[in-house]
């Protein structure tokens, strides 16, 4: 069965505070994407990864295809970072041809 | 450019009430996505189509839900007869081709009443 796990569900932080995010799947990944959601707002794209690391500002993903693991980092983090985030999958060769998504992470930064 | 765009924003409805749920995805965007999210938890996958055919639709829960995309742009989900438990925010996604990143609509919040 394909899934996707996170830890952890909630996190609160002080502002600055360096910010990681775990995700574990399961084998038959073609890519890994983490998403963020504000209260009451769409879903936006931050990145979609297969392999190694991507950066985009103070956001950083990594992927780590031996041990079915991501995690999103979020350096000097800022109260405008909260937010849920979610990790998610598109698994290849059987399942669902949609996103296979974890639960989320519920990140509050405090100033 | 316009980004994927859904309508209504929100809908209420009585128990056992037909309902469609419209999405508009960005130009020239051939694979498009339907996901359900429930209070609290992460999104779920309904219904895939590339062009205008559903390619993958095990994510519907029963047959009641139906989707349609005659002319490979707008989608409708359809849902018939319906229940309180499908009270959700239902969301739109498109991308240029199955596996690309995805571009998510503002969803359309169901209630059931």
């Known amino acids: 069965k394909n899934e996707v796990e996170q830890s952890p569900q909630n996190l609160t932080a002080q502002e600055g505070e360096f910010i990681t995010i775990n995700c574990s799947y399961s084998?038959?990944?073609?890519?890994l994407h983490w998403l963020q959601q504000h209260p009451g707002g769409g879903i936006v794209s931050l990145f979609m990864?297969?392999?190694g690391k991507k950066k985009h500002g103070r956001l950083i993903a990594t992927i780590n295809i031996q041990e079915k693991h991501s995690s999103l980092h979020i350096t000097a983090s800022h109260p405008r970072d909260s937010a849920v985030y979610i990790c998610?999958?598109?698994?290849?060769?059987?399942?669902?041809?949609?996103?296979?998504f974890g639960k989320g992470t519920h990140l509050i930064i405090q100033p | 450019g316009a980004g994927v765009s859904q309508t209504p924003s929100n809908k209420v409805t009585e128990k056992g009430k037909y309902v469609e749920l419209r999405c508009d995805p960005i130009?020239?965007?051939?694979?498009l996505y339907w996901y359900r999210q429930s209070l609290g938890q992460g999104p779920e996958f309904l219904i895939y189509?590339?062009?205008?055919?559903?390619?993958?639709d095990s994510g519907l829960p029963n047959d009641r839900f139906f989707a349609v995309r005659p002319e490979g742009s707008v989608s409708t989900l359809k849902i018939q007869r319906t229940e309180r438990g499908d009270s959700a925010v239902y969301l739109c996604?498109?991308?240029?081709?199955?596996?690309?990143?995805?571009?998510f609509g503002p969803g359309t919040r169901l209630t059931v009443t």
């Open positions: 996604a498109s991308s240029p081709w199955w596996g690309a990143e995805q571009y």
């Open positions: 084998v038959g990944i073609s890519a």
């Open positions: 990864l297969s392999s």
């Open positions: 998610a999958a598109t698994y290849s060769g059987g399942g669902a041809d949609g996103l296979t």
């Open positions: 130009s020239g965007h051939t694979a």
């Open positions: 189509f590339q062009g205008t055919g559903a390619a993958d």
